[in-house]
């Protein structure tokens, strides 16, 4: 069975950078896509960005583009979201996630435990 750790959450002030890493770990991990979710109190589960683990194609939501970047490492089946220019909106518990396909369509069906990311001052 395959396990997704997250990792790199943290306090940090506005302005400053984070950058978050899920390693997947167990049998032979085959998903496609890999994309991180994030979750404020009192709100629901938000794509924040996805990639396409053979192509490289990525996918980040317009609330973080420009900010955001996501990348991976297919040989460390590892994928990172840099954060940078962080603003206390983005305050949330992320989950890193994985789906057997990549578009609209795509289901993520595995799911880390979630890192917290607190921006305040």
């Known amino acids: 069975q395959v396990q997704l750790v997250e990792s790199g959450g943290g306090l940090v002030q506005p302005g400053g950078s984070l950058s978050l890493s899920c390693a997947a770990s167990?049998?032979?991990?085959?998903?496609?896509?890999m994309g991180w979710f994030r979750q404020a109190p009192g709100k629901g589960r938000l794509l924040v960005a996805a990639?396409?683990?053979?192509?490289?194609?990525?996918y980040v939501a317009d609330s973080v583009k420009d900010r955001f970047t996501i990348s991976r490492d297919n040989y460390e089946n590892t994928v990172y979201l840099q954060m940078n220019s962080l603003k206390a909106e983005d305050t949330a518990v992320y989950f890193c996630?994985?789906?057997?396909?990549w578009g609209p369509g795509m289901e993520f069906d595995t799911w880390g435990q979630g890192t917290q990311v607190t921006v305040s001052s």
């Open positions: 990639i396409n683990r053979r192509s490289g194609n990525t």
């Open positions: 996630a994985a789906a057997e396909s």
């Open positions: 167990g049998r032979t991990f085959s998903s496609v896509t």
